[in-house]
C-alpha cells in the first residue's frame, strides 16, 4: 500500500472495486427453436437507438443486396419505418424488455399496438421480451391478447435479476448462443458525462465529441419518439440511465460474455461497432464505407 492509497482513504474517497462476473442464465421458452433459423448463421445489423444511425437511414440502399439478419430493440418500429422499407426488407427479430414506471399507459398506447403491427405481419418474424412484460399486459389488456402470435413469441425468465449492464448486453449474449456469424452494431453511440469515463480506455480523443450534457434528447435518432416514451412511461422526458450504461457495459461486458461462453461451451462472436465517436469503447470501430468491404467478404 503506497502513501497515494492512504491519502484516498484519508479523505474518504471510494476504492475501485473489481468487477467479477456472475453467473448469467438465459432461461428462455415459446418459440425458442426459430432464433437459429432465422438467424441462419448469418450477418447481424443490430440497429439501435444513437443518432449515428442516420448515416445507414442515408445509404441503406448501399447494404440492400446483402444477405443481413436486421434486428433491433426497444423503439424498433422506427428502424422498420424510417430505414428498412426503403429497401423492402423487415425486422427479422427485435427484443423488448425494458420496464417503465406507469406501465398501464404505456403498455396501452406504446407498447401493445407497436407490438400487434410486427406480430400481424405475415412473414416469420420472432419477438424476444421478458415474462414479467407479458404478465403485465395480460393484466392490462386481457390474458388472450398474444394468443394468436405464440408461434412468434420468445420469453425470457428472471430478467429483473440478471447482472447485465443493459438490454444491449442481453441481446448479444442471445446472439452469441444462436449462433451469429458476425454482428454489426449500428446506433450504438453511447452517452454520459466526461467524469464517468476518467477510468475507461480509449481509442480516441473522438470518443468524447458531442456528449457534454446529460439527459439529453439530442443523442438519439428520432428522439421526438424517445420524448414521447419518456413522457408516458415515466412522466419525464428527461429520464434515462443513458448516462451510466456506457461506462459500466466498458467496465463488464467481455467479462460477463468471457463467462458466459466458457459456461456455456460457445464461442465468443466478433462484433463490431459503425459508430466512429461512439462511447461504448470495447468493440473495434469501422465506418460506412469499411462495413461494405466486410460484408463483401463475408459473402464471397
Given at each position: 500500500?503506497?502513501?497515494?492509497?492512504l491519502?484516498?482513504r484519508?479523505?474518504g474517497?471510494?476504492?475501485?472495486?473489481?468487477f467479477?462476473?456472475?453467473?448469467?442464465?438465459?432461461?428462455?421458452?415459446?418459440a425458442v427453436?426459430k432464433?437459429?433459423?432465422?438467424?441462419?448463421?448469418?450477418?447481424?445489423?443490430?440497429?439501435?437507438?444513437?443518432?449515428?444511425?442516420?448515416?445507414?437511414?442515408?445509404?441503406?440502399?448501399?447494404?440492400?443486396?446483402?444477405?443481413?439478419?436486421?434486428?433491433?430493440?426497444?423503439?424498433?418500429d422506427?428502424?422498420?419505418?424510417?430505414?428498412?422499407?426503403?429497401?423492402?426488407?423487415?425486422?427479422?427479430?427485435?427484443?423488448?424488455?425494458?420496464?417503465?414506471h406507469?406501465r398501464?399507459?404505456?403498455?396501452?398506447q406504446?407498447?401493445?399496438?407497436?407490438?400487434l403491427?410486427?406480430l400481424?405481419?405475415?412473414?416469420?418474424?420472432?419477438?424476444?421480451?421478458s415474462?414479467?412484460?407479458?404478465?403485465?399486459?395480460?393484466?392490462?389488456?386481457?390474458?388472450?391478447?398474444?394468443?394468436?402470435?405464440?408461434?412468434?413469441?420468445?420469453?425470457?425468465?428472471?430478467?429483473?435479476?440478471?447482472?447485465?449492464?443493459?438490454s444491449?448486453?442481453?441481446?448479444?449474449?442471445?446472439?452469441?448462443?444462436?449462433?451469429?456469424k458476425?454482428i454489426?452494431?449500428?446506433?450504438?453511440?453511447?452517452f454520459?458525462?466526461?467524469?464517468?469515463?476518467?477510468?475507461?480506455?480509449?481509442?480516441?480523443?473522438?470518443?468524447?465529441?458531442?456528449?457534454?450534457?446529460?439527459?439529453?434528447?439530442?443523442t438519439?435518432?428520432?428522439?421526438e419518439?424517445?420524448?414521447?416514451?419518456?413522457?408516458?412511461?415515466?412522466?419525464?422526458e428527461?429520464?434515462?440511465?443513458?448516462?451510466?450504461?456506457?461506462?459500466?457495459?466498458?467496465?463488464?461486458?467481455?467479462?460477463i460474455?468471457?463467462?458466459?461462453?466458457?459456461?456455456?461451451?460457445?464461442?465468443?462472436?466478433?462484433?463490431?461497432?459503425?459508430?466512429?465517436?461512439?462511447l461504448?469503447?470495447?468493440?473495434r470501430k469501422?465506418?460506412?464505407d469499411?462495413?461494405k468491404?466486410?460484408?463483401y467478404?463475408?459473402h464471397?
Open positions: 500500500m503506497g502513501i497515494k492509497w491519502l484516498r484519508a479523505k474517497s471510494p476504492m475501485p472495486v473489481e467479477k462476473a456472475p453467473k448469467i442464465e438465459l432461461k428462455v421458452t415459446g427453436h432464433i437459429s433459423e432465422i438467424i441462419g448463421n448469418r450477418e447481424v445489423g443490430l440497429m439501435l437507438h444513437g443518432k449515428s444511425i442516420e448515416e445507414l437511414e442515408n445509404r441503406i440502399e448501399e447494404f440492400k443486396d446483402y444477405d443481413v439478419c436486421w434486428v433491433s430493440l426497444n423503439k424498433f422506427i428502424m422498420q419505418k424510417y430505414i428498412l422499407n426503403k429497401i423492402d426488407k423487415n425486422l427479422r427479430m427485435v427484443l423488448d424488455i425494458g420496464e417503465v406507469y398501464d399507459d404505456f403498455e396501452k406504446i407498447r401493445i399496438p407497436r407490438w403491427e410486427y400481424q405481419r405475415e412473414d416469420d418474424n420472432l419477438l424476444v421480451t415474462q414479467d412484460i407479458i404478465d403485465g399486459i395480460h393484466e392490462v389488456a386481457g390474458e388472450n391478447i398474444l394468443d394468436p402470435y405464440q408461434h412468434k413469441i420468445v420469453s425470457m425468465h428472471g430478467c429483473r435479476q440478471l447482472e447485465v449492464p443493459n444491449l448486453g442481453v441481446y448479444l449474449l442471445l446472439l452469441t448462443q444462436y449462433s451469429a458476425k454489426f452494431l449500428f446506433g450504438c453511440d453511447g454520459g458525462r466526461k467524469s464517468a469515463f476518467k477510468n475507461t480506455p480509449l481509442w480516441s480523443g473522438k470518443e468524447m465529441e458531442f456528449r457534454d450534457e446529460n439527459q439529453s434528447l439530442a438519439y435518432f428520432k428522439p419518439y424517445t420524448k414521447q416514451e419518456r413522457i408516458v412511461g415515466f412522466k419525464d428527461t429520464a434515462s440511465g443513458l448516462h451510466s450504461d456506457s461506462p459500466t457495459f466498458n467496465d463488464q461486458y467481455n467479462k460474455l468471457s463467462r458466459y461462453c466458457q459456461e456455456n461451451n460457445l464461442r465468443p462472436v466478433e462484433t463490431v461497432n459503425v459508430s466512429f465517436n461512439s461504448f469503447t470495447i468493440f469501422i465506418s460506412y469499411t462495413l468491404g466486410e460484408l467478404s463475408c464471397q
